[in-house]
Nanobody, 124 residues
Framework: QVQLVESGGGLVQAGDSLRLSCAAF????????MGWFRQAPGKEREFVAAINRSGGSTYYSDSVKGRFTISRDNAKNTVALQMNSLKPEDTAVYYCAADFGVVTTAHLTEYDYWGQGTQVTVSS
């Protein structure tokens, strides 16, 4: 069992930066692939970024590639999402997720544990 707690969301203007953090409690954090997903009002939850267990491999959706960076600190049991050059279309609830697996995946059904989400709003 893993509990995930996100923080760092807020209201920013287009072009600004924001850093989300997710703290994990429970089983050994380094055993999990970690991902970030987001869900805008009226839309399905979508993949944003993922990072493998060691932190040496990352994977991004095309919509955020080059603007967002995912990272993890296995010593502190945290995963972060640095978001730069934010756009109004990035507005969503952002979720941290953990996958007890070995493959860095974008498929949300592969993820076993989810946080409660943190709201990010980007004004134009």
């Amino acid at each position: 069992q893993v509990q995930l707690v996100e923080s760092g969301g807020g209201l920013v203007q287009a072009g600004d930066s924001l850093r989300l953090s997710c703290a994990a409690f429970g089983r050994t954090f380094s055993l999990y692939v970690m991902g970030w997903f987001r869900q805008a009002p009226g839309k399905e939850r979508e993949f944003v970024a993922a990072i493998n267990r060691s932190g040496g491999s990352t994977y991004y959706s095309d919509s955020v590639k080059g603007r967002f960076t995912i990272s993890r600190d296995n010593a502190k049991n945290t995963v972060a999402l640095q978001m730069n050059s934010l756009k109004p279309e990035d507005t969503a609830v952002y979720y941290c997720a953990a996958d007890f697996g070995v493959v860095t995946t974008a498929h949300l059904t592969e993820y076993d544990y989810w946080g409660q989400g943190t709201q990010v709003t980007v004004s134009s």
